[in-house]
T-cell receptor, first 111, second 112 residues
Framework: DVKVTQSSRYLVKRTGEKVFLECVQD?????MFWYRQDPGLGLRLIYF???????EKGDIPEGYSVSREKKERFSLILESASTNQTSMYLC??????????FGQGTRLTVV | GQQLNQSPQSMFIQEGEDVSMNCTSS?????WLWYKQDPGEGPVLLIA?????ELTSNGRLTAQFGITRKDSFLNISASIPSDVGIYFC????????????FGPGTSLSVIP
């Protein structure tokens, strides 16, 4: 079974802090994604990566950056956390032909 | 941009009833995916469809890839309380580099 693991289930951070959300997948997938999910807004793509050291902006990249130094690991970075970044963050990876698999999610609260 | 529409937005059904929901798009997709999300968890892939007209089952779940490639349907037979959650459809035009587009979800509540 595909496993996508996010390092934290719940995080509380202060405004202005630098925040790292880590994600690891164990299926040698090329593609990895970071989404945020908010009530009424659905899943919104922040960044994605289709290869090591490659990254592409998604629909809402402002305030975020990413790092893909190894194929299995994709990190989301909030350079200076703000309260409007309080959300559920979902990491995902996908295989060549369909099937995007999600981690369990990180619920981030910025106070 | 591309959008997917899901209907109904929410459903309240009695345990044991069958459920039908659908997903439509103005664009053609090559792959349709159906996910279920429990509260506080990430979405879990239920069924993946790769060919127009394809009908695939996973236990009590059956999904179909519409002939026009612009829609897909998910049916749940004999619903049980653990079917509660949000069901998302997702479409993908190409493979590999193309982004997956997600629908807004159908919220399912099952009354015991």
């Amino acid at each position: 079974d595909v496993k996508v693991t996010q390092s934290s289930r719940y995080l509380v951070k202060r405004t202005g802090e630098k925040v790292f959300l880590e994600c690891v997948q164990d299926m040698d997938h090329e593609n990895m994604f970071w989404y945020r999910q908010d009530p009424g807004l659905g899943l919104r793509l922040i960044y994605f990566s289709y290869d090591v050291k490659m990254k592409e902006k998604g629909d809402i990249p402002e305030g975020y950056s990413v790092s893909r130094e190894k194929k299995e690991r994709f990190s989301l970075i909030l350079e200076s956390a703000s309260t409007n970044q309080t959300s559920m963050y979902l990491c995902a990876s996908s295989e060549e032909t369909g099937g995007t698999f999600f981690g369990q999610g990180t619920r981030l609260t910025v106070v | 941009g591309q959008q997917l529409n899901q209907s109904p937005q929410s459903m309240f059904i009695q345990e044991g009833e069958d459920v039908s929901m659908n997903c439509t798009s103005s664009s053609i997709f090559n792959t349709w995916l159906w996910y279920k999300q429990d509260p506080g968890e990430g979405p879990v892939l239920l069924i993946a469809l790769y060919k127009a007209g394809e009908l695939t089952s996973n236990g009590r779940l059956t999904a179909q890839f519409g002939i026009t490639r612009k829609d897909s349907f998910l049916n749940i037979s004999a619903s049980i309380p653990s079917d509660v959650g949000i069901y998302f459809c997702a479409g993908q035009r190409q493979t590999s580099y193309d982004k997956v587009i997600f629908g807004p979800g159908t919220s399912l509540s099952v009354i015991p």
